[in-house]
């Protein structure tokens, strides 16, 4: 301090030890220089408690949701052995890094069986890239005409109804050349219930229809829950049937992307329970996809944004009837080696005829 002292009138006391006065307020108590210099660290150090404590609530109350969370996703995610044996595998391309490829399985089975044997509605298979700055949707029509281990060619289903999960999975690994990490299979009550949680998606509509009293108009459209299931149901009225069909499926999964990441669903703790109880009770994966697997995959893509996510459709070249087996879809010879060279490279994002607004 200088040795000016400070102007002063009524209630100033004089400095212990000196002649300098300090101003004080109306009704202070004087004070000694060492309680002086003692006052002001100890209310730094009852703020620094404070935040301290303030900041582990926080911590604990994420900590405990968290673990509500994991304990959530524990109780109702069915564990099956949905991939092959190992012997029968497609060998992991060491230039894919840690990009994951997961099959997604959706059964339109009414019953509460979700492993019907005889259906396999949805065929997508999402690519995770790398750096985790990309996913691509890709929907496998169910009847692309395709080589399946032990029983010839035949539509890509029927290899889900002569060996379930395992043997589609053998039988795209096949096709590809590349490792399928995970299975994952949801009924198609989930995306009922998930669209209404989230108060309804918009998507996208190309063709106008009308499917079990809910009418469809083109451009976009708002869905509550059972118009959503109405939606990706359809196939019959669609111009290239199942092939719009997994392009209506996929215009709905963007929707659902969209709403939730734009939303703060992520960000809101009770809506984000909802969310997950909606996903997980619907749903059945591979037995080596752990709770801590699924939980680390989800952490390491909560930067992804809508614009991250694209869709495609397998390639094929066109339509014919293969006697005893019907009408199928005819494999891109060429396009699907592109794909399966793409994935192995972890560069499917460079392929072109993605979109990142189907419907």
């Not at 999402?126 to 890709?138: A, G, K, L, P, Y």
């Amino acid at each position: 301090m200088s040795g000016e002292a400070p102007v002063g009138g009524e209630g100033t006391a004089q400095r212990a030890g000196s002649g300098a006065s300090t101003q004080m307020a109306p009704g202070e108590e004087p004070t000694t220089g060492r309680e002086r210099g003692r006052r002001p660290r100890s209310r730094a150090r009852v703020i620094a408690y404070t935040l301290l404590t303030m900041l582990l609530v926080v911590v604990l109350a994420a900590v405990g949701f968290g673990l509500y969370l994991d304990h959530l996703v524990s109780a109702n995610v069915r564990h099956d052995p949905l991939l092959p044996p190992a012997e029968s595998r497609a060998a992991r391309a060491q230039a894919a890094g840690d990009a994951q490829n997961i099959l997604l399985l959706g059964s339109d089975s009414r019953t509460e069986q979700l492993q019907d044997a005889s259906r396999a509605d949805v065929i997508q298979l999402v690519h995770i890239s790398d750096d985790r700055s990309s996913v691509q949707v890709i929907h496998f029509p169910r009847d692309l005409y395709v080589p399946i281990p032990g029983h010839g060619r035949n539509k890509i289903n029927a290899a889900y109804a002569f060996g379930g999960a395992p043997l589609l999975v053998q039988t795209m690994e096949s096709l590809l050349h590349v490792r399928i990490d995970h299975v994952a299979q949801i009924g198609f009550d989930g995306f009922r219930d998930l669209t209404n949680t989230v108060g309804g998606v918009d998507v996208n509509v190309d063709q106008p229809t009308t499917s079990d009293g809910h009418t469809f108009t083109r451009g976009i459209n708002h869905l509550d829950g059972d118009a959503a299931l109405a939606f990706v149901r359809e196939r019959k009225q669609l111009s290239e049937g199942d092939i719009d069909r997994g392009r209506r499926q996929q215009a709905w999964l963007k929707g659902l992307l969209d709403k939730t990441l734009r939303a703060g669903t992520l960000a809101n703790p009770v809506r984000l329970a909802h969310v997950v109880d909606d996903t997980t009770s619907n749903l059945v994966v591979d037995d080596g996809f752990s709770t801590g697997e699924m939980r680390s995959l989800a952490l390491s893509l909560r930067n992804l944004r809508g614009g991250g996510v694209t869709f495609g459709t397998a390639p094929f070249s066109g339509f014919r009837s293969v006697p005893g087996v019907g009408s199928v879809d005819v494999v891109d010879d060429d396009g699907m080696a592109r794909l399966g060279q793409a994935l192995q490279q972890d560069r499917v994002a460079d392929l072109p005829k993605s979109t990142a607004n189907p419907g």
